[in-house]
Antibody
Framework: EMQLVESGGGLVQAGGSLRLSCAASGFPFYNYWMHWVRQDPGKGLVWVSRINPDGSKTNYADSVKGRFTISRDNAKNTLYLQMNSLRAEDTAVYYC??????????WGQGTLVTVSS | QSALTQPASVSGSPGQSLTISCTGTSSDVGSYNLVSWYQHHPGKAPKLMIYEGNKRPSGVSNRFSGSKSGNTASLTISGLQAEDEADYYCCSYAGSNTFYVFGTGTKVTVL
């Protein structure tokens, strides 16, 4: 069974940093583009970032460019999101997900990041 | 890049059909056959229901179907069931500057 499990969320002060992790299992992680998507409290889904299978190409939403860094360790089947200079508006549930022909499947259960100002 | 526009809520009775619209622009929905749809029960992981506009992943009921006309994509749920009550989001690839844009989300209520 394919599974994605996020961890690393928590409460952090504005200006602080957090690193999210996403452990993948049940599929050949090294073959797939991977993404982070977030959901602001009471709002909709927002795409955050993506990384290609070997980690050599990354893309970011304008709202996080220069502050967030996506990476992966294919030997550990793990996706990461390093979040620096956090702002109150980064408060959200962060999901990792796999790219399937520009669709996203499966998704993890998400990890909550709360940035206090 | 603005979110794709969806109705905030739609409702229907068991057995009926309903359609959720997803309106974008010529830079996203209108330019690519890369619209996907997600079912999201709050507190759970979102689930892919449709990708590439009209393709169903393995295991997704054929009661769910997708289509597109111009800058608007649609998700139709036929034979509405109680377990279909959830939030639904569309998403479109939007090119190499914006990459992906999600819809505003639609709450489906089964009466």
């Amino acid at each position: 069974e394919m599974q994605l499990v996020e961890s690393g969320g928590g409460l952090v002060q504005a200006g602080g940093s957090l690193r999210l992790s996403c452990a993948a299992s049940g599929f050949p992680f090294y073959n797939y583009w991977m993404h982070w998507v977030r959901q602001d409290p009471g709002k909709g889904l927002v795409w955050v970032s993506r990384i290609n299978p070997d980690g050599s190409k990354t893309n970011y939403a304008d709202s996080v460019k220069g502050r967030f860094t996506i990476s992966r360790d294919n030997a550990k089947n793990t996706l990461y999101l390093q979040m620096n200079s956090l702002r109150a508006e980064d408060t959200a549930v962060y999901y990792c997900t796999r790219d399937i022909n520009e669709g996203f499947d499966p998704w993890g259960q998400g990890t909550l990041v709360t940035v206090s100002s | 890049q603005s979110a794709l526009t969806q109705p905030a809520s739609v409702s229907g009775s068991p057995g009926q059909s309903l359609t959720i619209s997803c309106t974008g622009t010529s830079s996203d929905v209108g330019s690519y056959n890369l619209v996907s749809w997600y079912q999201h029960h709050p507190g759970k992981a979102p689930k892919l229901m449709i990708y590439e506009g009209n393709k169903r992943p393995s295991g997704v009921s054929n009661r769910f179907s997708g289509s597109k006309s111009g800058n608007t994509a649609s998700l139709t749920i036929s034979g509405l069931q109680a377990e279909d009550e959830a939030d639904y989001y569309c998403c479109s690839y939007a090119g190499s500057n914006t990459f992906y844009v999600f819809g505003t989300g639609t709450k489906v209520t089964v009466l």
